[in-house]
């Protein structure tokens, strides 16, 4: 963004921090969601009257984003694989690397299975350092941002990784701007054994900085936003007053991705046999080990029933992973996809026998919401969350008992495989809604935005 476009803090204003997406360039959700945000709420801006700007930390202060620059928010698209945008010159020499130094590590650093980074982590690294020294701040424009009083900073991101974003923060609080902070989940403090030792620490740092500097806490669903009240009130000095509590929908993408699918994938579809679907990333939280072991008991009543895993690899699975591979039905009625694209992806639910999400633990469920969306029947564990998001469209089962998912899906099946067919209207929210209600939530922060209200509907 040139420096004569840079909005004048006149009218009220949503800036948009976008620092550790564009940064990272990571895939997750988090990003996806931050991503869509800042496709949106510029239009839905100009909609309600007000100014809007995306922003960045660099070196300890918020300047705005370069619209030259806005490309490298885009996600580098072979982080589920980056063999993949490798030149053949790469992968040629590196697998001579490990094929004469037969190391693990070595082949782990130089040829990274799909949903590991190896050696490019570092790359990536070096390459936002570069990016940050060619920062707008270095190149002889000011384009630091100037907080006011009818500010909103707006942070969506994962804070709780950038700890050091919170000084700045202070400083903006100081100019009178207003902070409003979108909470995912509290998994690392709910369930601390999913992740690794500290995490727990690092996020109630993060839940006691959001007491210190938030106006506003927006929660991705009701069910989190009870939960961060009652967490953020327990943090709390006795000189602080928690944030504002609020919620608001994440949105689904409602147009179909674009793009090929691999004949190998295509093939798992190609017999009257259509695969049971799960969608989800290899961590234990999502719980493959349950579906494993409650697939064990249905395939000694129904042997030719299939089941397709697709999701990239993350941690703490490698377990999972190997009683996946060495399985005897391992290629045949078990199969599992590391690397599917979006469009391979939506190919998959449109085409499987139903979806299964027997996750213990979430901040949304989305899996609930794309089997639906595709008409598909989704098997999902009996979760307050999941209550939330799929309402009585699912076949619920209980976690505390093995074969509560095969009763579920042989019921189901008895009764002839029947259709959910919800009312989408009441489930799919879109990305410009859901943008629109975070925007509706913040807008609470402005006395400006309050009074012009209250003035146009007394006129």
Known sequence: MKSSTIPKPARTRILLDLSHTHFSNYRTGIQ??????????????EELG??????????????????????????????????????????????????VVRLKIVKRW???????????????????????????????????????????????????????????????????????????????????????????????????????????????????????????????????????????????????????????IAALFEHKEKPYLMVSTFEPRKNHQFLLDSFDLFWNRSPSRKLLLVGAMGWMSEETIQRIQ???????????????????????YENCRAAIYPSIVEGFGLPIIEALRNGKTIFASNTSIHREVGRQYCQYFDLSEQNSLVSAMESWERAGCPSPLPPMHQLLVSWND??????????????????????????
């Open 326 to 348: 060495t399985h005897p039905r391992f290629g045949t009625q078990l199969l599992m996809v590391n690397d599917a694209s979006d469009a391979e992806v939506q190919f998959c």
């Open 50 to 99: 007000i100014d809007f700007a995306a922003v960045v930390l660099v070196n300890n202060e918020f300047v705005y984003l370069n619209e030259s620059e806005v490309h490298t928010i885009e996600p580098e698209p072979t982080l589920d694989d980056v063999l993949k945008s490798c030149p053949n010159w790469y992968k040629v020499s590196a697998r001579a690397v490990c094929s």
């Open 110 to 264: 130089f040829l990274p299975e799909p949903g590991h980074q190896g050696i490019f982590k570092h790359v990536r690294k070096l390459r936002k350092a570069i990016f940050k020294f060619k920062t707008p701040a270095n190149d002889g424009t000011d384009q630091r941002v100037q907080f006011g009083p009818n500010d909103i900073l707006v942070m969506p991101d994962g804070y709780w990784v950038m700890m050091h974003i919170w000084d700045a923060v202070a400083r903006a609080k100081a100019q009178g701007v207003k902070v409003s902070v979108v909470v995912y989940d509290l998994i690392c403090i709910t369930h601390p054994q999913f992740f690794g030792p500290g995490a727990k620490e690092c996020f109630t740092k993060y839940l006691r900085a959001l007491n210190e500097y938030a106006d506003m806490a927006v929660a991705i669903s009701r069910t989190v936003e009870c939960q961060l009240r009652t967490k953020l009130a327990h943090l709390a000095t006795d000189d602080q007053r928690p944030p504002e509590c609020k919620s608001f929908r994440l949105g689904v993408t409602i147009e179909n991705p674009e793009g090929e699918v691999r004949e190998s």
């Open 32 to 45: 996806r969601v931050v991503r869509s945000l800042h496709t949106e709420l510029p239009n839905i801006a």
């Open 434 to 459: 859901s943008s629109r209600q975070l925007a509706e939530s913040v807008l609470c922060l402005s006395d400006q935005f309050r009074y012009r209200n209250a003035a146009n509907r007394a006129a």
